[in-house]
């Protein structure tokens, strides 16, 4: 059942409006990995026929993810204007650490919107950037100019891992088993070393200590 995929009109008409809202909906709350998603998706476009699939499932994913971040960025400056915040907000402050939000923070006074392409693209950056972008009252309109080509950007980088994992196999189903694997491990590689230098430190501090 797995290897059998429906045909490429049914793939369509299910596939685009779902990768479009499973995405949107990613980018506000990190319920999928939206990368995945976007690998996947152009893992069977790659093996269509239909002229132009992987250039539509590029531009359905780039606004998708346009979309969820400015509707969080909107809802996060509502949480910044108010002097209780909002849940929004707090989410947020609670997905980004401090060393990472520090961080984000000064590089993005030394590059200003430039930073957010970065952001898009480095596994776990995008949410302390925001943050960033929030506290230090930056416009939704001047977030918007940043986040077009920091979507365009992490779009085509994803859409690339799915388009080889769908040249190296010759069955859609088994880029999708391969792309997804990739972005899960390009999405886990920073927590894990972020752990093991915490853990390595310690270790070192309290040899050092003794």
């Not at 984000?104 to 430039?114: C, F, P, S, T, Y």
């Not at 480095?122 to 977030?143: D, S, T, W």
């Not at 999708?176 to 927590?191: D, E, H, N, R, Y």
Request: glycine fraction near 12%; charged fraction near 15%; include cysteine.
């Amino acid at each position: 059942m797995v290897r059998q995929l429906p045909d490429e009109s049914a793939q369509q008409a299910v596939g685009y409006p779902s990768l479009f809202l499973l995405v949107a909906l990613g980018s506000l709350v990190p319920v999928v990995p939206t990368g995945a998603l976007v690998s996947s998706a152009a893992v069977v476009a790659f093996h269509q026929t239909a002229p132009f699939s992987l250039l539509v499932v590029f531009g359905v994913a780039s606004a998708a993810a346009f979309l969820g971040d400015i509707c969080l960025y909107w809802l996060g400056q509502r949480g910044v204007r108010s002097k209780n915040g909002s849940k929004w907000l707090r989410t947020l402050s609670d997905r980004a650490a401090p060393e990472r939000l520090a961080q984000a923070q000064e590089k993005l006074g030394e590059h200003g919107g430039a930073v957010l392409v970065l952001s898009r693209l480095v596994p776990a950056g995008r949410i302390p950037v925001m943050l960033a972008c929030l506290l230090g009252r930056m416009p939704l309109r001047r977030f918007a100019r940043g986040d077009i080509p920091a979507c365009l950007a992490w779009a085509a980088a994803y859409q690339l891992i799915g388009i080889l994992g769908g040249s190296l196999f010759p069955e859609p189903w088994q880029g999708v088993v391969a792309a997804v694997g990739l972005t899960l491990l390009i999405s886990a590689a920073p927590a894990a070393w972020r752990r093991l230098r915490m853990r390595f430190g310690h270790g070192t501090g309290g040899a050092a200590g003794q």
